[in-house]
């Protein structure tokens, strides 16, 4: 890994500017593209090195819809390649971490005076074969007055085609993505922004400032993946004539409490075109999204507004028995995705797919800039930006390999997530099973090394609220960049749910005790 140099050595701009001692490739943003950008560029031998101003995932990467899904709606805006290329990650993606990632079944009602029949029959055809699926399974019809699928649905729902697509854990894909970057010599540094990035004798030169301290480092590529702060990162931090052609469009769910008892998800067509899911969600939830609207101002401001509440419950009471209410919402979470503008003229018509950008003059070091995407296919869009750089840079000329690469626990069977369970279920008796299950499910394999030597639930260490210990804390820290409680709470996990804000508030104050004797150190 290519050294850094602190602000006073810097100074020395000779030393500072060698181009043996910079970094092959530098990263603005540690949400999915730029971890995966990294990742996958580290895996060819690269050097490289990722900003992250906040915490991994800390703005839309743990903000979606939880999908790895095809996007059945872009059928009918003939987005025929976003599809395909889509779907075909699906399987993909489960077979790297199918700890975090795993199959569910979609239920859409059919609704009459809506979309047709016949045309929900063919897109869900082509959605069955145009995608290379082999595990997952084929659409069916549903008769709702003989399924389990029709009890929670008003009476005036009689059929309705129930298709496959994959549930991942958003925030925990990022983070895997910048461990797996991190063990093949990538230099992750969280809460670590960015403030300049110059050209200067064919590298970049990029300052960045961590806790009041600022640093600078050399690269030779520099990756504009900022999300919704891509375009303010062309405009104030690389000072780029490049127009940024943002469109930030609004998307935000809402939690209640479990709706109905069967595990499978429903996808609501609305009267305004617009659709919405409803997903079981942490055990004891559902979770219910998204809306599409046009945002502007400071994209870390985003919150589910009372207009959007209120439209999720009505348009989900649309189909429930029971009416959804603001009232039985017990938790909101809204981003903001930096969509491509194509000029669309509705937010939910604008494009999902992804545009880089390449801007490379001659004698010059490189700046690619990443606008849009979806979490679906980061892994394919990460390969299309490295090979939008082999014709400047050697190592990006070298063969892919994410599509086979198994995520930081991943590295078990597709099918064998319960044989897994059952494994660490045996080794520790004394654990509850439903803790195992979370457990494996967050971490995978390395499940084990968290639990290593632990004989009774006193080795655990403290205990923070609901299954939470000391010892899994401790592992976040070392591993997996967690600083705060919101980190561990709400992007490692989703705890925050079952926590008290009383031990909330005690876990951030041990987490920032044990941190201070590090920084001090």
Not at 15 to 40: E, K, M, Q
Not at 197 to 212: K, M
Not at 229 to 243: C, D, I
Request: aromatic share 8%; hydrophobic share 45%.
């Amino acid at each position: 890994m290519a050294p850094e140099t602190t602000s006073s050595e810097a100074k020395g701009h000779d030393a500072g500017a060698d181009a043996d001692a910079a970094f092959d490739l530098a990263v603005i943003g540690g949400g999915i593209n730029g971890c995966g950008i990294a990742r996958d560029a580290a895996g060819r031998g690269a050097s490289v090195v990722l900003f992250e101003k906040d915490d991994l995932a800390s703005a839309t990467s743990s903000a979606s819809t939880k999908l790895v899904h095809g996007g059945l709606r872009y059928l009918e805006h003939y987005k025929f390649r976003l599809v395909r290329e889509a779907l075909m990650e699906r399987e993909r993606l489960w077979a790297i971490a199918p700890h975090i990632i795993w199959p569910l079944r979609f239920v859409l009602p059919h609704h009459a005076g809506l979309r047709p029949a016949w045309l929900l029959r063919l897109g869900l055809f082509l959605y069955d074969h145009i995608g290379g699926r082999k595990l997952l399974p084929a659409t069916r019809t549903l008769d709702l007055a003989r399924d389990a699928a029709g009890r929670p649905l008003r009476d005036d729902r009689a059929r309705a085609f129930e298709y496959s697509d994959c549930w991942v854990e958003d925030s925990r894909l990022v983070v895997l993505n910048a461990m797996d970057a991190a063990a093949r010599g990538a230099a992750i540094k969280t809460r670590t922004k960015v403030v300049s990035a110059d050209r200067e004798d064919g590298l970049w030169r990029i300052t960045a400032e961590c806790d009041g301290e600022r640093s600078v480092v050399f690269a030779k590529t520099l990756v504009n993946a900022a999300g919704p702060w891509v375009g303010e990162v062309l405009g104030g931090v690389v000072r780029s004539n490049t127009k940024a052609a943002v469109r930030m469009v609004q998307g935000s769910h809402i939690v209640v409490p479990r709706l109905y008892e069967h595990d499978r998800c429903y996808i609501f067509q609305n009267a305004d075109g617009r659709i919405i899911f409803a997903i079981p969600y942490e055990r004891d939830f559902t979770l219910i999204g998204t809306t599409d609207r046009d945002y502007r101002g400071d994209p870390a401001a985003a919150k589910a507004t009372p207009e959007e509440i209120d439209y999720l419950c009505a348009a989900a009471s649309e189909y429930f028995r029971e009416p959804v209410t603001p009232a039985s919402v017990v938790w909101t979470y809204s981003g903001v995705r930096p969509l491509y503008d194509d000029g669309a003229s509705k937010a939910q018509e604008a494009t999902r797919d992804y545009v880089l950008t390449l801007d490379a003059p001659s004698g010059e070091a490189p700046l690619l800039s990443v606008f849009g995407g979806k979490i679906t296919t980061y892994r394919r869009l990460a390969e299309a930006a490295i090979a939008r750089l082999a014709p400047h840079r050697a190592w990006a000329a070298r063969a892919e390999w994410t599509v086979t690469g198994a995520l930081p626990g991943g590295d078990f069977a597709v099918t064998g997530f319960d044989a897994l369970v059952d494994e660490i279920a045996a080794r520790h008796p004394w654990l509850a099973r439903k803790m195992v299950t979370r457990l494996v499910r967050a971490y995978g394999t390395r499940a084990r090394e968290i639990l290593a030597g632990a004989t009774d639930v006193d080795d655990l260490g403290r205990h923070f609220g609901a299954d939470l210990y000391e010892r899994e804390v401790r592992y976040l820290m070392q591993a997996e960049w967690a600083r705060r409680a919101a980190d561990v709470l709400w992007r490692r996990s989703k705890l925050g749910l079952r926590l008290a804000s009383s031990e909330q508030e005690a876990l951030d104050q041990f987490m920032l005790a044990q941190a201070a004797p590090a920084a001090a150190a």
